[in-house]
């Protein structure tokens, strides 16, 4: 390899470690609710900041939320694969935990989350 390929290299390394850690510092914000949908239809929503366990049917299984600490976490999914069951706790703005089966989206959102926002295509 010659001296250019070591500098390109070397500055494609540092556009991606600009990019991630940009990307980490404008995520990083922990949200304040999560909104449950199933089948595309928001279910519900409930506050990162209590404490609770919430059941989520569907007419294709059940799911088990636990929300604790300010973090939430599917601790039981009857789903043949149990992915989502597997996922870490999520607790930052724009998180999620999808089980395909069940057709169940949990997202992390916050008090300043609006339809109303313009959005990054806008």
């Not at 404008?26 to 999560?34: A, R």
């Not at 939430?72 to 149990?82: I, L």
């Amino acid at each position: 390899m010659k001296k250019a390929d070591f500098i390109l290299i070397g500055a494609v390394a540092v556009v991606v470690a600009i990019l991630i850690l940009c990307l980490y510092v404008f995520n990083s914000g922990s949200g304040d609710f999560v909104q449950i949908e199933v089948d595309g239809v928001v279910t519900d929503t409930l506050p990162l900041s209590e404490d609770t366990v919430r059941e989520i049917k569907t007419d294709n299984g059940t799911n088990t939320l636990v929300i604790s600490d300010g973090s939430a976490v599917m601790t039981q999914a009857d789903c043949p694969d149990g992915i989502c069951a597997n996922h870490k706790p999520i607790n930052k703005t724009g998180e999620s935990i999808i089980c395909l089966p069940h057709k169940v989206v949990v997202t992390v959102m916050n008090d300043k989350s609006n339809d109303n926002d313009i959005d990054a295509v806008a």
